[in-house]
């Protein structure tokens, strides 16, 4: 959480060091939504277990610098990723795995000028895992952060829609998190585990 909040406060100075005769298209805010995360293991086993989706929260702080028709967007956000697997109706094993991420994106505006401005973005994001966590039903959790590597790079590509409104701009988007390391601490030679999900993320820019 620490680590948050000095990610959050060093975006904030960012946006005040921007100069004045860009500030009118320069934007700080907060945006939080939620992850549908799995990993990706290879290669395919067939006596691995079912993976499926795990449900997890995002949020975080963005700066967001208007460029035309383009707007660079950095953003730091909490992120919880990670898979889990059914053992029964009743009973599941979980890996959580929290990272803060750093999206760097590239936004641009389908249409760059009314109220409700389409959008399309992509660009890296640079992950550092702070905390896994196993969890199985009804068992104490384990600590499992040695499993998995410290850091991450994906890539991030999605769309959204951008509302203009007076002092402020409301923001929805959906996005793809593709891995593009390897997280897995002890893989063996041709295996790899590589985090994936889809979010949806609703913000507000002052």
């Known amino acids: 959480m620490k680590k948050l909040l000095v990610a959050a406060l060093a975006v904030l100075f960012a946006a005040a060091a921007v100069p004045r005769d860009l500030e009118a298209g320069v934007s700080v805010g907060l945006k939080g939504g939620f992850n549908l995360a799995n990993i990706t293991f290879s290669p395919e086993d067939p006596e691995m277990p079912a993976f499926s989706t795990l ?50 994106l590239v936004k641009f505006s389908v249409l760059p000028a009314g109220p409700v401005r389409p959008v399309i973005f992509g660009g890296p994001s640079f992950g550092t895992l702070i905390k896994a966590t196993g969890r199985m039903t009804g068992v104490p959790d384990a600590d499992i952060k040695d499993m998995w590597e410290k850091t991450e790079l994906a890539a991030v590509f999605g769309g959204g829609l951008d509302f203009k409104l007076a002092g402020m701009t409301l923001s929805l988007d959906g996005r793809y998190h593709l891995g593009l390391t390897n997280i897995a601490a002890d893989a063996g030679e041709g295996e790899s585990a590589k985090n994936k999900g889809f979010s949806v993320l609703v913000g507000i820019g002052f």
Do not use: C, H
């Open 55 to 104: 449900k997890g929260v995002t949020g975080g702080v963005f700066l967001s610098i208007g460029l035309g028709f383009v707007t660079i967007q950095p953003e730091v956000l909490y992120s919880r990723r990670g898979t889990m697997w059914e053992l029964d109706e009743a009973n599941s094993v979980q890996f959580l795995l929290d990272y803060i991420e750093v999206p760097v």
